[in-house]
């Protein structure tokens, strides 16, 4: 079985100061991971995501994540953040468990940034 | 670009009326998806579907349905809505059955029952 866990439900932050974004994952198999975007009153949008290749990867809008076995962790980052920033975002995890693939949603961090 | 059309973004209905929520993807996807979102809550899946006319429960179907005719078309049915219905639903899909595939998503539909 997979599941993931985002570690904060609110971040706040100051515009220009690093962002850090916690999600820690579950799975039985070789899984992919996604960070999603959500702006308010918006679908969710792909940021960056992990299918087995470098385990840096980089995203949209100057983000990026690390995928860690060791620690089962995917934790998204930004070196400076921006006031567009301020959104809810969300960790998923998805492997073949049981031949299907169905992803798992975290429950998502709203990221503050003040001025 | 992958779009995924969701042709109701704002609905009141009364308790108790069957409710219609559409979705339109253009890209030829297998997977189409029906997710509800609420505060604190996350996406919770409703139900999904790998092609035509197959469909599968999620983690939350009871008081829902699904219809998929066309491939393109994914439609979710709440027989007889309720209050505890009241929610931002979203639609989704996605190409084939990679655990890597991207899953596109509508803009949502916010349902609200009185």
């Known amino acids: 079985a997979q599941s993931v866990t985002q570690l904060d439900s609110h971040v706040s932050v100051s515009e220009g100061t690093p962002v850090l974004l916690r999600c820690n994952y579950s799975?039985?198999?070789?899984?992919?991971l996604f960070w999603y975007v959500q702006h308010p009153n918006k679908g969710l949008q792909l940021l960056l995501k992990?299918?087995?290749?470098?385990?840096l990867v980089k995203g949209i809008n100057g983000f990026e994540a690390e995928f860690k076995k060791s620690e089962t962790s995917f934790h998204l980052t930004k070196p400076s953040a921006h006031m567009s920033d301020a959104a809810e975002y969300f960790c998923?995890?998805?492997?073949?468990?049981?031949?299907?693939?169905?992803?798992?949603f975290g429950r998502g961090t709203s990221l503050i940034v003040h001025p | 670009d992958v779009k995924v059309t969701q042709s109701s973004r704002y609905l009141v209905k009364r308790t108790g009326e069957k409710v219609f929520l559409e979705c339109v993807q253009d890209?030829?996807?297998?997977?189409m998806f029906w997710y509800r979102q609420d505060p604190g809550l996350g996406l919770r899946l409703i139900y999904f579907?790998?092609?035509?006319?197959m469909k599968e429960k999620g983690d939350i179907p009871e008081g829902y349905s699904v219809s998929r005719e066309k491939k393109e078309r994914f439609s979710l049915i709440l027989e007889s809505a309720s209050t505890n219905q009241t929610s931002m639903y979203l639609c989704?899909?996605?190409w084939g059955q990679g655990s890597g595939n991207t899953i596109y998503f509508g803009e949502g539909s916010w349902l609200t029952v009185v």
């Open positions: 989704a899909s996605s």
């Open positions: 890209m030829d996807h297998e997977n």
């Open positions: 579907s790998y092609d035509v006319k």
């Open positions: 799975s039985s198999y070789s899984p992919s």
């Open positions: 992990y299918t087995s290749a470098a385990t």
């Open positions: 998923v995890v998805s492997d073949s468990t049981g031949g299907s693939y169905i992803p798992t």
